[in-house]
């Protein structure tokens, strides 16, 4: 059964940091490009932070450059996203999302809640 499953998220003051984890069961997200969204109350949901397949390379928004690191360890099957300095305007559930695979398939996780206070 292909899953993936968000956590680390929580509330943390302005300045502060969390570190997301997505675990992925099912297929092997290092042949996947692996991504990042985030919505938050009422805004669509926006791209976040992507790590292809080839080169493992980041992609980041502008508004998260410089603060946020995306990375995997193949080993567990696992993203994460690091996100530094955060902001109140960074509060938004975040959300996995995989794509890749013969013939193409794409997966969301059940997202987890980044808050933080000012």
């Known amino acids: 059964q292909v899953q993936l499953v968000e956590s680390g998220g929580g509330l943390v003051q302005s300045g502060g940091s969390l570190r997301l984890s997505c675990a992925a069961s099912?297929?092997?997200?290092?042949?996947?490009?692996m991504k990042w969204y985030r919505q938050a109350p009422g805004k669509e949901r926006e791209l976040v932070a992507t790590?292809?397949?080839?080169?493992?390379?980041?992609n980041y928004a502008d508004s998260v450059k410089g603060r946020f690191t995306m990375s995997r360890d193949n080993a567990k099957n696992t993203v994460y996203l690091q996100m530094n300095s955060l902001k109140p305007e960074d509060t938004a559930v975040y959300y996995c999302?995989?794509?890749?695979?013969?013939?193409?398939?794409?997966?969301w996780g059940q997202g987890t809640q980044v808050t933080v206070s000012s």
């Open positions: 790590l292809t397949t080839t080169g493992g390379s980041t």
């Open positions: 999302y995989a794509i890749g695979g013969f013939p193409v398939q794409q997966f």
């Open positions: 099912g297929f092997t997200s290092s042949t996947y490009a």
